[in-house]
């Protein structure tokens, strides 16, 4: 994964959702499943475009799956990996 | 054969006192508790007038509706199951439908609950602390009413009906019985066992999460709802050995990446149900998990939790695959599956629709309307219904599923009919016209309303998701809304669902019309 500072992970991940839900406001700590369109399938295939994306991949067997499902939790998660890639 | 009418409660009590029957996060349920409560709720169910009229479980799943159920069981009432994440317009056409004598909910739901329930069913709450029950409204009923579901009920069910309500599905206690004979012999638990509790008590699955683990003397552990999506933490750290769920849950799991050899060691049985299981994600399954044998089940609601089974071959061979999907297989000895195809269509004769009968299958709905050619008798008597399945029987005699006689869908498992999602924005906006569909490819996936309007501005996405949400469970509001400036349409003229889905995944923009048609 590139350097990337936690506003930057913020930002990248913000562009991905907001290219695939309806125009509405994002809540960065709220859940992606409750408050947008995006239903199981959409959070799914959200997760792949990130991985992709960030060219990292997203331990679902570890990681508490709850913290997948919001813009904070997944930008904690992935600044997280940038670190440990980085050190 | 198993007597479930005062049988589970036996065992419950024939079982180690001190082994959990229930685990729910870090609450524990003993089979001893369990029965207490069980014991402690039929007590109070008892002062409810209300002859035989059923009990609603108006709860999460965990030891509280678990005890509920074998309550209603022990008094040969029906139980029917209600989400408190369902919009109160669905709450209350379900409660009209069945009038019962008693609502039991937890202290967890109460909450939500408050402003949905009428006043006119006595109400009872079971505390967090289980075994500390209180009436929130009189076991006395503010009105007598009477319900039209006997007491050879064990259960009813409510799936999406195309007449734009709920269609309830009355399962017999002796259809209850007929399936668990098979499942307790064929999927049963253990004492040390740790089975899943996967299926919202809605979905007609949860009668074997709940009813298996429990006869078997197993523990039953409910999974928190928001795992459900990703389930691969949960199966590892709680050790799951018995794991049932809807193949969406694998598939997800799939294409995430995490199906890697070996991460499931604890699991020794695995029950896929609802919906197409398709091989990929089933090989990558048992890679994940190889001490498991794995079982594709299938059977509509109608035909009581599952009818029919295939055992996928260890060895990995997938021989009977046909288009990519694992084999529904046979059903279940004593039932019956035919094959039934218009004579005239000069279709294959082994393709057709799937009828089944046998003392599985229901003989009707709870109300008559419902699909009244849904089921057909048979010269000797007996009842047929027809699934609406198109399948397909090989060589070897296994079916395989392949598609749908009409509009019905499967999302995660539950079906959904169009025809009511349509109604719910038809009746918001009577200028709006929709067809729904399912987009498998493409950038939207899930439930795709396509709407044509007649004039003037039309709706927002967000105005038609939020007035399906008024009225339909969260599975039933479409991901997408798309707006097109005609239908595509047939040679009859009629709307092409077929075309509407091809444009939709095919990402044509919205406003491109493809066909000079009118809306039929």
Same mark, same amino acid.
């Given at each position: 994964?590139?350097?990337?500072?936690?506003?930057?992970?913020?930002?990248?991940?913000?562009?991905?959702?907001?290219?695939?839900?309806?125009?509405?406001?994002?809540?960065?700590?709220?859940?992606?499943?409750?408050?947008?369109?995006?239903?199981?399938?959409?959070?799914?295939?959200?997760?792949?475009?990130?991985?992709?994306?960030?060219?990292?991949?997203?331990?679902?067997?570890?990681?508490?799956?709850?913290?997948?499902?919001?813009?904070?939790?997944?930008?904690?998660?992935?600044?997280?990996?940038?670190?440990?890639?980085?050190? | 054969?198993?007597?479930?009418?005062?049988?589970?409660?036996?065992?419950?009590?024939?079982?180690?006192?001190?082994?959990?029957?229930?685990?729910?996060?870090?609450?524990?349920?003993?089979?001893?508790?369990?029965?207490?409560?069980?014991?402690?709720?039929?007590?109070?169910?008892?002062?409810?007038?209300?002859?035989?009229?059923?009990?609603?479980?108006?709860?999460?799943?965990?030891?509280?509706?678990?005890?509920?159920?074998?309550?209603?069981?022990?008094?040969?009432?029906?139980?029917?199951?209600?989400?408190?994440?369902?919009?109160?317009?669905?709450?209350?056409?379900?409660?009209?439908?069945?009038?019962?004598?008693?609502?039991?909910?937890?202290?967890?739901?109460?909450?939500?609950?408050?402003?949905?329930?009428?006043?006119?069913?006595?109400?009872?709450?079971?505390?967090?602390?289980?075994?500390?029950?209180?009436?929130?409204?009189?076991?006395?009923?503010?009105?007598?009413?009477?319900?039209?579901?006997?007491?050879?009920?064990?259960?009813?069910?409510?799936?999406?009906?195309?007449?734009?309500?709920?269609?309830?599905?009355?399962?017999?206690?002796?259809?209850?019985?007929?399936?668990?004979?098979?499942?307790?012999?064929?999927?049963?638990?253990?004492?040390?066992?740790?089975?899943?509790?996967?299926?919202?008590?809605?979905?007609?699955?949860?009668?074997?999460?709940?009813?298996? #683990? @429990?006869?078997? /003397?197993?523990? =039953?552990?409910?999974?928190? $709802? %928001?795992?459900?999506?990703?389930?691969?933490?949960?199966? *590892?750290?709680?050790?799951?050995?018995?794991?049932?769920?809807?193949?969406?849950?694998?598939?997800?799991?799939?294409?995430?990446?995490?199906?890697?050899?070996?991460?499931?060691?604890?699991?020794?049985? #695995? @029950?896929?149900? /609802?919906?197409? =299981?398709?091989?990929?994600? $089933? %090989?990558?399954?048992?890679?994940?998990?190889?001490?498991? *044998?794995?079982?594709?089940?299938?059977?509509?609601?109608?035909?009581?939790?599952?009818?029919?089974?295939?055992?996928?071959?260890?060895?990995?061979?997938?021989?009977?695959?046909?288009?990519?999907?694992?084999?529904?297989?046979?059903?279940?000895?004593?039932?019956?599956?035919?094959?039934?195809?218009?004579?005239?269509?000069?279709?294959?004769?082994?393709?057709?629709?799937?009828?089944?009968?046998?003392?599985?299958?229901?003989?009707?709905?709870?109300?008559?309307?419902?699909?009244?050619?849904?089921?057909?008798?048979?010269?000797?008597?007996?009842?047929?219904?027809?699934?609406?399945?198109?399948?397909?029987?090989?060589?070897?005699?296994?079916?395989?599923?392949?598609?749908?006689?009409?509009?019905?869908?499967?999302?995660?498992?539950?079906?959904?009919?169009?025809?009511?999602?349509?109604?719910?924005?038809?009746?918001?906006?009577?200028?709006?016209?929709?067809?729904?569909?399912?987009?498998?490819?493409?950038?939207?996936?899930?439930?795709?309303?396509?709407?044509?309007?007649?004039?003037?501005?039309?709706?927002?996405?967000?105005?038609?998701?939020?007035?399906?949400?008024?009225?339909?469970?969260?599975?039933?509001?479409?991901?997408?809304?798309?707006?097109?400036?005609?239908?595509?349409?047939?040679?009859?003229?009629?709307?092409?669902?077929?075309?509407?889905?091809?444009?939709?995944?095919?990402?044509?923009?919205?406003?491109?019309?493809?066909?000079?048609?009118?809306?039929?």
């Amino acid at each position: 994964m590139n350097e990337r500072s936690e506003p930057e992970i913020r930002n990248a991940i913000r562009r991905i959702v907001g290219e695939r839900v309806d125009d509405v406001p994002l809540d960065d700590s709220a859940s992606l499943l409750a408050t947008t369109n995006l239903d199981s399938l959409g959070i799914i295939t959200l997760l792949v475009a990130i991985e992709e994306q960030f060219n990292v991949d997203i331990d679902v067997l570890t990681i508490d799956p709850e913290s997948l499902l919001s813009i904070s939790g997944l930008t904690r998660h992935l600044s997280a990996l940038a670190e440990s890639n980085g050190g | 054969m198993l007597v479930i009418a005062d049988a589970l409660i036996n065992v419950l009590a024939r079982h180690s006192p001190s082994d959990t029957a229930v685990e729910t996060g870090e609450q524990q349920t003993s089979y001893e508790q369990l029965l207490d409560l069980t014991l402690a709720i039929r007590e109070q169910i008892t002062r409810c007038p209300a002859g035989s009229a059923p009990v609603v479980v108006a709860d999460d799943p965990g030891a509280g509706a678990c005890a509920t159920i074998a309550a209603a069981q022990t008094l040969g009432r029906a139980y029917v199951p209600l989400s408190a994440n369902h919009p109160a317009t669905r709450i209350r056409q379900i409660l009209d439908a069945v009038e019962p004598a008693v609502i039991v909910q937890s202290d967890r739901t109460a909450a939500r609950m408050a402003d949905v329930l009428p006043a006119r069913y006595p109400l009872l709450t079971i505390s967090q602390q289980l075994g500390n029950l209180s009436w929130a409204r009189s076991p006395e009923p503010a009105e007598s009413c009477v319900s039209q579901i006997g007491s050879d009920i064990a259960y009813v069910m409510f799936t999406s009906g195309t007449t734009g309500r709920p269609k309830g599905v009355p399962v017999k206690a002796k259809s209850l019985t007929a399936y668990l004979d098979v499942a307790t012999k064929r999927f049963g638990v253990r004492p040390g066992d740790r089975a899943s509790h996967f299926f919202e008590l809605t979905f007609d699955l949860s009668v074997h999460d709940i009813f298996v #683990t @429990l006869l078997g /003397g197993g523990t =039953l552990v409910v999974i928190p $709802a %928001e795992q459900r999506l990703l389930p691969g933490r949960f199966i *590892r750290e709680k050790e799951i050995s018995h794991w049932f769920s809807v193949p969406s849950a694998a598939d997800s799991l799939h294409r995430v990446g995490a199906l890697r050899p070996g991460v499931f060691p604890h699991l020794r049985q #695995t @029950l896929f149900c /609802g919906e197409p =299981l398709r091989w990929p994600v $089933a %090989e990558a399954w048992q890679a994940a998990a190889p001490h498991s *044998r794995i079982v594709n089940l299938y059977g509509p609601t109608e035909a009581t939790i599952a009818i029919s089974e295939y055992v996928l071959p260890r060895d990995g061979s997938r021989s009977n695959g046909l288009y990519g999907i694992v084999p529904i297989g046979q059903v279940f000895e004593g039932q019956r599956g035919g094959v039934f195809s218009e004579p005239d269509a000069g279709a294959q004769p082994n393709r057709g629709e799937l009828w089944l009968s046998g003392s599985q299958v229901i003989s009707g709905y709870l109300d008559p309307r419902d699909g009244p050619k849904a089921f057909a008798a048979d010269p000797d008597g007996s009842t047929w219904y027809r699934t609406g399945d198109v399948v397909e029987r090989d060589g070897d005699g296994l079916f395989h599923f392949v598609g749908r006689v009409d509009h019905q869908l499967k999302i995660s498992g539950y079906r959904v009919e169009p025809a009511e999602i349509e109604d719910a924005i038809h009746r918001a906006f009577p200028d709006c016209r929709s067809v729904v569909v399912r987009c498998d490819r493409g950038k939207r996936l899930g439930l795709v309303a396509a709407i044509v309007r007649a004039g003037g501005d039309g709706p927002a996405a967000s105005d038609i998701r939020e007035a399906c949400a008024t009225s339909l469970p969260a599975y039933m509001i479409p991901a997408h809304v798309v707006e097109l400036v005609s239908w595509p349409v047939n040679a009859n003229g009629k709307i092409d669902r077929a075309a509407v889905r091809r444009q939709l995944e095919d990402e044509i923009a919205a406003d491109v019309v493809a066909g000079q048609g009118a809306v039929s």
